[in-house]
């Protein structure tokens, strides 16, 4: 069995989720990333992921507070 099959394997068998982006979210993704310029792409992409399957950040980053329809928890460390 070559690795990469194998990995394929692994990934398949594990208890991960896969998420598909739609247009619609991809294009959110982008529309953050414009309109909040320090929110870096990653992020960008966690809000998307967040808005989508209606559910609540847990940070300890500032970067989620200014962006609307977001839920989020701050945790102080």
């Not at 394997?9 to 991960?16: F, G, Y």
């Not at 320090?38 to 507070?65: E, M, Q, R, W, Y």
């Not at 977001?70 to 102080?76: R, S, T």
């Amino acid at each position: 069995m070559k690795v990469a099959d194998y990995q394929i394997l692994l990934l398949r068998e594990s208890k991960n989720v896969l998420i598909e982006f739609d247009y619609d979210d991809i294009s959110y993704i982008g529309k953050l990333k414009s309109q909040y310029r320090k929110l870096s792409i990653v992020d960008s992409v966690v809000c998307s992921l967040s808005k989508k399957l209606n559910a609540k950040i847990i940070t300890t980053d500032d970067d989620f507070g200014n962006i609307r329809g977001i839920k989020y928890l701050k945790l102080e460390y």
